[in-house]
């Protein structure tokens, strides 16, 4: 299983898009500080996430989202 996640951040406003194969661990490695992208922004809050059979379909979506700005706000 494969997902979609949104984060954002609690002391900022900024919206994290991406996609992965373990949502929980990810969400714990993004507020610990291990991802050097988003280390500045944490703590997070999971607002949104889907869940694909495959990773391509994931990445797929990611991409959409990010590139469609409608789409995005039609979310939160």
């Known amino acids: ?3 979609l996640y949104i984060l954002k951040s ?3 406003n900024w919206i994290y898009i991406v996609s992965t ?3 929980r661990q990810r969400v714990k490695d993004h507020n610990s ?3 050097r992208s988003t280390k500045f922004y ?3 809050k999971l607002i949104y996430y889907e869940a694909y059979l495959s990773y391509n379909l ?3 979506r ?3 989202l990010k590139k469609n700005s409608q789409q ?3 979310l939160f």
């Open 1 to 3: 299983m494969s997902y």
């Open 10 to 12: 609690v002391g900022h």
């Open 21 to 23: 194969k373990d949502l």
């Open 33 to 35: 500080g291990k991802v």
């Open 42 to 44: 944490k703590p997070f």
């Open 58 to 60: 994931a990445r797929k």
């Open 62 to 64: 990611e991409i959409s």
């Open 72 to 74: 995005k706000e039609i």
